[in-house]
């Protein structure tokens, strides 16, 4: 594992027996009991959301990787991330287009029995509640590796989710999709990471072989392969587009409606459209969308108005993808 952990991420990692694994600007940051411990050389220089949820820095900091280990530190320090003190439920709005938050009002009001999320100290977790799909995930970062935390995995467990993998906070979607199955839900959304995660073809298996509905959610697209975002453009039903230019251009291109512009969030598919007007108080605007025609959800354009989550925007007929001067940068290809 520590092999892999070098090779794959490029850290040096022998030795931590509490280790989790995230991402930040495409930089990897490893965390041990509570203590951000390394950082990877970051690959994008600007993010619109990092600027958003993180305080200027002030400190006069030159190295990006120190501002990374700082902002990451924040949140830990902040919200108890990736220790026993994590925050576990939350139904405030933290991010305007976050996944988290979509589930959580698609679970509210019923368009989704349960959510098959990944939470640190825990690993892959079942769960009906929709406050605990926020708490797990608002302002978490992608998840890549994780170690069992005895506490929050109680906690959680207390709160009346399912942890697949208590003894090893194991990462396994699938596994997660027929946990829940095996509940006795029947419509899931499961999130996916898009860079490195599960196989998108396998849940759509399970799916059909177990009479499920899933929404296929998948996040963290920043580097991803050309072959990963086929299978994205094929399989999934929404989509978050990070700094991937390849998520763009493909996935954008085939998708039924585009939220925002700098950093677009793509309902794929008629499922995804569905979940997305969830997160809408004026969802009956989604019920005369034509199939045949893509749309535009942003602040900045002329159309219906239509609110998402705390959110006023306008909706209008356009041509998928449409690009943002404020995109990530670089955009990986």
Not at 85 to 92: G, H, M, N, S, W
Not at 185 to 194: L, M
Not at 267 to 272: D, L, P, S, Y
Request: net charge positive; proline share 4%.
């Amino acid at each position: 594992m520590q092999g892999f952990f070098r090779d794959f991420f490029g850290l040096d990692l022998a030795g931590y027996d509490d280790l989790h694994i995230c991402r930040m600007l495409h930089a990897f940051v490893a965390v041990s009991h509570g203590r951000v411990v390394q950082v990877t050389e970051p690959l994008l220089e600007h993010c619109p959301l990092v600027r958003l949820l993180y305080r200027p820095d002030e400190t006069g900091r030159t190295d990006l990787r120190d501002r990374i280990a700082a902002m990451t530190q924040e949140k830990i320090d902040t919200f108890g991330h990736f220790t026993a003190r994590r925050e576990i439920l939350r139904e405030d709005i933290a991010v305007p287009y976050g996944a988290s938050e979509m589930m959580m009002f698609a679970l509210r009001q019923g368009i989704l029995d349960a959510a098959v999320v990944v939470c640190d100290g825990a690993g892959t977790v079942v769960t009906a509640r929709p406050e605990v799909v926020q708490g797990i995930g608002a302002r978490m970062n992608g998840l890549f590796y994780t170690s069992p935390i005895p506490a929050v995995i109680a906690r959680l467990e207390q709160a009346g989710a399912a942890v697949v993998s208590p003894d090893s906070a194991a990462i396994d979607q699938l596994a997660g999709v027929r946990r829940a199955a095996k509940l006795g839900h029947r419509r899931i959304a499961v999130t996916v990471n898009g860079y490195r995660g599960q196989g998108l073809t396998a849940i759509r298996d399970a799916e059909r072989r177990l009479g499920l509905t899933v929404t296929v959610v998948v996040v963290c697209t920043t580097g991803a392969s050309r072959s990963r975002i086929t299978e994205i453009r094929d399989e999934a039903d929404m989509a978050w587009s990070c700094a991937s230019a390849g998520v763009r251009e493909l996935v954008g291109a085939r998708s039924r409606v585009q939220v925002s512009t700098a950093i677009p969030v793509f309902a794929v598919t008629a499922r995804g459209v569905c979940f997305l007007a969830g997160y809408s108080s004026t969802p009956e605007v989604f019920d005369g969308l034509d199939p045949a025609k893509q749309y535009l959800i942003a602040g900045n354009v002329k159309g219906t108005r239509v609110r998402m989550g705390n959110w006023e925007a306008r909706l209008a007929e356009a041509r998928l993808p449409v690009r943002s001067r404020n995109e990530p940068r670089p955009l990986t290809e």
